[in-house]
């Protein structure tokens, strides 16, 4: 057995990646498709970032949530194409995260210094803490300062509303099965 061969493998559930094109071209059946992909995303990011948090490594647990948010907003935006991916952040960060934003620039503060720093720079202009009396961004001797606990749970609450209206509204999926069969069914073809 390749575990390449497989989408996902958890003790619950094994989903082979040609099990899983063919529920993506046929559309066979909605629900499984976003079991699927949920279950992956939680494997993937979550229990990942739950790890890295227990351990205290902050920085690649800020890293992965914010892989993870990349991951969500391209599939929410319907496009996985390279340019633009700023613009889909930021957007998927003013639906689902109005509290991170606040009273901060969204532009600056959360994409720029937080999501960028770290994803290219492998730095950030924003601290990390797990403390619990602070929930999000908040000035800390002229630092800003995230909670990554709270960002987690956080992400842990979109998921649960993204599963819901992947299931709800139909545009809202559409745009998430185009990104799903262009990773995976696209991939294929160009290996045969």
Known sequence: MNINNYI??????????????????????????????????????????????????????????????????KHYSG???LGGVGERYK?????????????????KEIYT????GITHSNSSAIDFTLDSEIKTFESQDGRKVINLGWLLKKLKEVIKQYKKELLEVEDIYINFLNVERNLYCEQIKGEK
């Open 91 to 107: 957007k998927f960060l003013e639906i689902y995260f109005k509290e991170l934003i606040g009273s901060f620039d969204l532009e």
């Open 8 to 73: 996902l493998k958890t003790e619950k559930k094994e989903i082979k990646l040609e099990e899983y094109i063919d529920l993506l071209n046929n559309d066979d059946d909605k629900n499984e498709i976003i079991d699927i992909f949920i279950t992956k995303f939680k494997e993937d990011y979550t229990s990942s970032i739950d790890l890295l948090l227990e351990n205290k490594k902050m920085y690649t647990a800020s890293l992965v949530i914010v892989s993870a948010i990349d991951i969500l907003a």
């Open 79 to 81: 496009s996985d194409k």
């Open 113 to 116: 210094n937080f999501r960028c």
